[in-house]
């Protein structure tokens, strides 16, 4: 079984900087897409920003400017830089990968989730 195991998260004021970061493992012979996305009481699950095999990236509305996503296919770690946070980021932050096995096949995989929350 694949696990993604999240690490970055806390309590941070308005203005700050957090570094996300996200690493998999397990049978996995290639990952192509990787992404965060994030949830708030209440609401539904959305995307934050992803990031394909060939680093294309796309970003939510309202981080782009602010956040940036970053890979490492060598450690097959993914990280979210975040910047200029706001109290509407708050949320549980989850990180997700696409990938294959040795058999083929896309498979999409999901963390735990890692806690932001950002005072006024």
């Known amino acids: 079984q694949v696990q993604l195991v999240e690490s970055g998260g806390g309590l941070v004021q308005a203005g700050g900087s957090l570094r996300l970061s996200c690493a998999a493992s397990?049978?996995?012979?290639?990952?192509?897409?990787m992404g965060w996305y994030r949830q708030a009481p209440g609401n539904q699950r959305e995307l934050v920003a992803r990031?394909?095999?060939?680093?294309?990236?796309n970003y939510a509305d309202s981080v782009k400017g602010r956040f940036t996503i970053s890979r490492d296919n060598a450690k097959n770690m993914v990280s979210l830089q975040m910047n200029s946070l706001e109290p509407e980021d708050t949320a549980v932050y989850y990180c997700?990968?696409?990938?294959?096995?040795?058999?083929?096949?896309?498979?999409?995989?999901w963390g735990q989730g890692t806690l932001v929350t950002v005072s006024s």
């Open positions: 997700n990968i696409k990938y294959f096995t040795s058999v083929g096949g896309r498979f999409d995989a």
């Open positions: 397990g049978s996995i012979f290639r990952i192509d897409d």
């Open positions: 990031v394909t095999r060939g680093d294309n990236t």
